[in-house]
């Protein structure tokens, strides 16, 4: 099992910036996609951005297309998300996760190790 950790999270005003970070730490597992996704009070989880491991094509929701981006450093072993021209609709539990096999990058449900989340709240 290996262990994702998010970071960076944190209160910003709307139109602000945030990076969150992912690292990853413990055994080696198989990658095929890293995703970012978020949950906000009384919704359901839902897909922001995905990075595939063997081409580093990206994707992202329609929500945050054009003002978020995923990235990552291999060598640090961490997965990125620049937030740029925050809304308060953003404000959110923003989770990264690992899939390890093939599976729809917009599904929660194809992702196999999760970090515990980092809060990001947008304030109007």
């Known amino acids: 099992q290996v262990q994702l950790a998010e970071s960076g999270g944190g209160l910003v005003q709307a139109g602000g910036s945030l990076r969150l970070s992912c690292a990853a730490s413990?055994?080696?597992?198989?990658?095929?996609?890293m995703g970012w996704f978020r949950q906000a009070p009384g919704k359901e989880r839902e897909f922001v951005a995905a990075?595939?491991?063997?081409?580093?094509?990206?994707y992202y929701a329609d929500s945050v297309k054009g003002r978020f981006t995923i990235s990552r450093d291999n060598a640090k072993n961490t997965v990125y998300l620049q937030m740029t021209i925050l809304k308060p609709e953003d404000t959110a539990i923003y989770s990264c996760?690992?899939?390890?096999?093939?599976?729809?990058?917009?599904?929660?449900?194809?992702?196999?190790?999760w970090g515990q989340g980092t809060q990001v709240t947008v304030s109007s």
């Open positions: 996760a690992n899939r390890r096999y093939w599976g729809s990058i917009f599904t929660d449900r194809a992702y196999d190790d």
């Open positions: 413990g055994r080696t597992v198989s990658t095929t996609a």
């Open positions: 990075i595939l491991w063997s081409t580093s094509m990206t």
